[in-house]
């Protein structure tokens, strides 16, 4: 009996799903499947960064310039970069967040800076934060695409 009663609300909760994500599609709540080799090869010194949140642009400078990548050498070999570039490219960001922001930084970006107004500056530079890039310090579910408001955790 109990178990069938489980079953049901288990049953329930998938179709909520299954009906709510229409709307959710295009947010940031929606957790996109990471390509494994963008998750190894871009997730390995930060959180794998998603595609929509730069335009093409400003991914094709960035794999291009892989070598020279933001004061660090992230090279990898070309055809891989090609893949990459292939992948980030048809993903990329293709409404409100096309402008290349400045250093084709997501940090820089309009969107993310309008995100995050409410964060007071001295915050950003805490101990457990040092730079916005971080995210996984203030999104500690970061890395599975969850940026949700409750799942937020800003170090003190
Ligand atoms: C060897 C470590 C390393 C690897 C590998 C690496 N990055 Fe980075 N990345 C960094 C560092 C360091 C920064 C600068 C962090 C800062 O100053 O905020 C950065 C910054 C970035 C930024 C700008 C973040 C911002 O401030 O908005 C993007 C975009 C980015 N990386 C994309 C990538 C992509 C795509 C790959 C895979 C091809 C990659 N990274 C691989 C170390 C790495
Ligand atoms: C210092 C902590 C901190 C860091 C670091 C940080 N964020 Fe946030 N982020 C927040 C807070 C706080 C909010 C909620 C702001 C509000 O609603 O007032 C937020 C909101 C967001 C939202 C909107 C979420 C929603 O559902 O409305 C997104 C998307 C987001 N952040 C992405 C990022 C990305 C991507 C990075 C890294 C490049 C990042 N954040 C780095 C604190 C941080």
Not at 79 to 106: K, N
Request: proline share 9%.
């Amino acid at each position: 009996m109990g178990k069938s009663v489980r079953a049901g609300v288990a049953w329930s909760t998938a179709v909520l799903v299954v009906v709510v994500s229409p709307a959710w599609a295009d947010d940031d709540r929606r957790t996109a499947p990471l390509n494994p080799l963008y998750r190894d090869e871009c997730g390995s010194c930060h959180v794998p960064f998603a595609p929509r949140w730069l335009p093409a642009e400003s991914w094709r400078r960035v794999i291009g310039r892989l070598s020279d990548h933001y004061g660090v050498d992230a090279s990898i070999d070309p055809a891989r970069g090609r893949e990459l570039l292939d992948w980030l490219q048809t993903r990329a960001a293709g409404d409100r967040r096309t402008v290349p922001p400045p250093q084709d930084r997501i940090t820089q970006s309009a969107w993310f800076l309008r995100e995050h107004k409410e964060v007071a500056s001295p915050v950003w530079q805490r101990s457990g934060v040092r730079q916005p890039s971080n995210c996984a310090a203030c999104h500690p579910r970061a890395d599975e695409g969850s940026f949700r408001e409750r799942d937020i955790v800003i170090p003190k």
